[in-house]
Antibody, heavy 124, light 112 residues
Framework: QVQLQQWGAGLLKPSETLSLTCAVYGGSFSDPFGGYYWSWIRQPPGKGLEWIGEIDDSGRTKYNPSLKTRVTISVDTSKNQFSLNLNSVTAADTAVYYC??????????????WGQGTLVTVSS | QSVLTQPPSVSGAPGQRVTISCTGSSSNIGAHYDVHWYQQLPGTAPKLLIYDNTNRPSGVPDRFSGSRSGTSASLAITGLQAEDEADYYCQSYDSSLSGYVIFGGGTKLTVL
């Protein structure tokens, strides 16, 4: 059974950099046919889900166009971990951040495993 | 403003049937990208409920079903139970701007 466990700082000041890491336990970090993408999704308080971006086990990334200038997602396959950095944060970045596996191994893609979520608050 | 449009709320009495719509456009659902649905119980991470328009992961009751037609998709819940009270999100893919993952704005289901 695949489990995702995430951690990182929960309180930031404006202009700081948000950093979160997600560890993957169980299952395979790398799908033999290249079908897994490790993703970050966020949810502002009381609002809906927003996709931030994804990375595969070879380090290829894709980002939400609305965030791409501030986002970096990286991967450490030796530890089965991937990380999110979001720079120059403002109050609008306050949200619960989730890591998730984006499974594209059988055609179209969906998020089948999720981390527990981390509330990140940006406040001066 | 979400790319996929869902009603903010729906409600139904126990035992009834409710549907939640998800409306997109020619660059996402209308371009034949599949629609997936997630259930989010209060204070928890979303859970995959329906994938590839109509398929249920193991463990999801057959009271939940999905469909897709044209530029829209729907989630139907029959035999409504109190435990179904949650937020529901549709998700797909949009081919504009080099392509990116999109979600609906979410629908709050209230069991009366």
């Amino acid at each position: 059974q695949v489990q995702l466990q995430q951690w990182g700082a929960g309180l930031l000041k404006p202009s700081e950099t948000l950093s979160l890491t997600c560890a993957v336990y169980g299952g395979s970090f790398s799908d033999p046919f290249g079908g897994y993408y490790w993703s970050w999704i966020r949810q502002p308080p009381g609002k809906g889900l927003e996709w931030i971006g994804e990375i595969d086990d070879s380090g290829r990334t894709k980002y939400n166009p609305s965030l791409k200038t501030r986002v970096t997602i990286s991967v450490d396959t030796s530890k089965n971990q991937f990380s999110l950095n979001l720079n120059s944060v403002t109050a609008a970045d306050t949200a619960v951040y989730y890591c998730a596996r984006y499974d594209c191994s059988s055609g179209d893609c969906y998020f089948d495993y999720w981390g527990q979520g981390t509330l990140v608050t940006v406040s001066s | 403003q979400s790319v996929l449009t869902q009603p903010p709320s729906v409600s139904g009495a126990p035992g009834q049937r409710v549907t939640i719509s998800c409306t997109g456009s020619s660059s996402n659902i209308g371009a034949h990208y599949d629609v997936h649905w997630y259930q989010q119980l209060p204070g928890t991470a979303p859970k995959l409920l329906i994938y590839d328009n109509t398929n249920r992961p193991s463990g999801v009751p057959d009271r939940f079903s999905g469909s897709r037609s044209g530029t829209s998709a729907s989630l139907a819940i029959t035999g409504l139970q109190a435990e179904d009270e949650a937020d529901y999100y549709c998700q797909s893919y949009d081919s504009s701007l080099s392509g990116y993952v999109i979600f609906g704005g979410g629908t709050k289901l209230t069991v009366l």
